[in-house]
Nanobody, 118 residues
């Protein structure tokens, strides 16, 4: 059974930092492409950051220079370091795993709430 379990969300003031983590099980983590998405009510889900099995990364423009995605294949985890947080970063953040063998095979965690507010 595949499980992706996010942690690290919470309430933070503008300009603050949070680190999200996602622990994966039930997949050969090292070969999967991993990503973080976010969603707010009434909006489409947005790709925030992605990291391939070879650790190539990409980010949506609004988080470039502020967020960093990384992975630890030994621990089957992917993380998202979020700095200089803004109110518009408020969303539920989801961890996503995509099979490199069949791009239609994807898994998503339950999500973790991030709220940026003073």
């Amino acid at each position: 059974q595949v499980q992706l379990v996010e942690s690290g969300g919470g309430l933070v003031q503008p300009g603050g930092s949070l680190r999200l983590s996602c622990a994966a099980s039930g997949i050969i983590f090292s070969i999967y492409d991993m990503a973080w998405y976010r969603q707010t009510p009434g909006k489409q889900r947005e790709l925030v950051a992605a990291i391939t099995s070879r650790s190539s990364t990409n980010y949506t423009d609004s988080v470039k220079g502020r967020f960093t995605i990384s992975r630890d294949n030994a621990k089957n985890t992917v993380s998202l370091q979020m700095n200089s947080l803004k109110p518009e970063d408020t969303a539920v953040y989801y961890c996503n795993a995509t099979s490199p063998l069949n791009r239609r095979i994807t898994y998503r965690g339950q999500g973790t709430q991030v709220t940026v507010s003073s």
